[in-house]
């Protein structure tokens, strides 16, 4: 045999070891990076030993059974909210310190006989009952359309950051408005979110208080991982609200941040903050 030969065959006989290695071994997986991070954790709660109702709340740890609700069935608005406020108030005595925002509070009318003005929870309308998501959800244009066929004027659809009037602006607020107006309805809205045991968004964070989005991304315990805004919002959907987690394009998902960060315009950016 030739050198020539020799060599060709010894080449082969690598190449097939190398072959069969891999094989055997199957495909190598990239190593996963800091951002992705480990498998979402999941909120495990106690069972109850008379099979009644347990709801979580959002910190992966507080829970509490409620009595004559039976495991699978969803409470009323009222008792989701009884529920959400006895949760909080274990929650803060627990963690004294806890750097929490109060409630938004309104004006009231002083009480017959007194000059003091009274406070309450701001009074927002409760969604009606099954009420759905608009048919086929908000939009990248939010209504914009519609406008336009009030004001009789085509939308600017030409230069990016010029050759717009004041009426281009008006429809782009209008929109704008009108997707962070779908974002209030759905945060509000226990069977809009897809929650199975009548758990809304608002009921621990009324007006959206203590969401805190210019805080994010940043690392979340409950998670085991550094989380955006949006995952936030997936893991109180699956673990309060017991539902299942919305797409980041979901019309949902898309309309809940638009709120959340409206509620929070001219506060400074601060991720990584606790």
Request: hydrophobic letters at 35%; proline letters at 8%.
């Given at each position: 045999?030739t050198?020539?030969?020799?060599?060709l065959?010894?080449?082969?006989a690598?190449?097939?070891?190398?072959?069969?290695?891999?094989?055997?071994?199957?495909?190598?997986?990239?190593?996963?990076?800091a951002?992705?991070?480990?498998?979402?954790?999941?909120?495990e709660?106690?069972?109850?030993?008379?099979?009644?109702?347990?709801?979580?709340l959002?910190?992966?740890?507080?829970?509490?059974?409620?009595?004559?609700?039976?495991?699978?069935?969803?409470?009323?608005?009222?008792?989701?909210?009884?529920?959400?406020?006895?949760?909080?108030?274990?929650?803060?005595r627990?963690?004294?310190?806890?750097?929490?925002?109060?409630?938004?509070?309104?004006?009231?009318?002083?009480?017959?006989?007194?000059?003091?003005?009274?406070?309450?929870?701001?009074?927002?309308?409760?969604?009606?009952?099954?009420?759905?998501?608009?048919?086929?959800?908000?939009?990248?244009?939010?209504?914009?359309?519609?406008?336009?066929?009030?004001?009789?004027?085509?939308?600017?659809?030409?230069?990016t950051?010029?050759?717009?009037?004041?009426?281009?602006?008006?429809?782009?607020?209008?929109?704008t408005?009108?997707?962070?107006?779908?974002?209030?309805?759905?945060?509000?809205?226990?069977?809009?979110?897809?929650?199975?045991?009548?758990?809304?968004?608002?009921?621990?964070?009324?007006?959206?208080?203590?969401?805190?989005?210019?805080?994010?991304?940043k690392?979340?315990v409950?998670?085991?991982?550094?989380?955006?805004?949006?995952?936030?919002?997936?893991?109180?959907?699956?673990?309060?609200?017991?539902?299942?987690?919305?797409?980041?394009?979901?019309?949902?998902?898309?309309?809940?941040?638009?709120?959340?960060?409206?509620?929070?315009?001219?506060?400074?950016?601060?991720?990584?903050?606790?």
């Amino acid at each position: 045999m030739t050198f020539r030969m020799k060599l060709l065959v010894g080449t082969g006989a690598v190449l097939s070891f190398v072959g069969g290695a891999a094989l055997a071994t199957g495909p190598v997986s990239p190593p996963k990076t800091a951002a992705q991070g480990s498998e979402v954790k999941k909120h495990e709660l106690p069972v109850s030993k008379d099979g009644n109702l347990v709801v979580g709340l959002c910190d992966g740890e507080t829970s509490m059974e409620v009595k004559g609700v039976k495991a699978g069935q969803s409470l009323t608005r009222a008792q989701a909210q009884h529920v959400s406020g006895a949760l909080m108030e274990e929650w803060l005595r627990k963690n004294p310190n806890a750097n929490w925002d109060p409630a938004p509070m309104m004006a009231q009318a002083p009480a017959p006989g007194s000059t003091t003005p009274r406070t309450q929870q701001p009074r927002t309308p409760a969604p009606s009952v099954g009420a759905s998501v608009r048919p086929g959800g908000v939009t990248p244009e939010s209504g914009g359309s519609q406008v336009k066929k009030q004001i009789a004027t085509p939308i600017q659809d030409g230069h990016t950051y010029g050759a717009f009037s004041d009426r281009d602006e008006a429809i782009w607020a209008a929109s704008t408005e009108q997707f962070v107006d779908e974002g209030h309805r759905v945060f509000h809205d226990a069977q809009a979110i897809g929650g199975t045991v009548g758990i809304s968004c608002d009921m621990c964070h009324p007006d959206a208080s203590n969401t805190h989005p210019e805080t994010y991304p940043k690392y979340q315990v409950q998670l085991g991982r550094v989380a955006l805004l949006r995952d936030m919002i997936n893991w109180c959907i699956e673990n309060p609200a017991r539902g299942k987690p919305l797409a980041d394009g979901d019309p949902r998902m898309r309309a809940m941040e638009a709120y959340i960060y409206a509620k929070r315009k001219g506060v400074k950016l601060d991720y990584g903050k606790k």
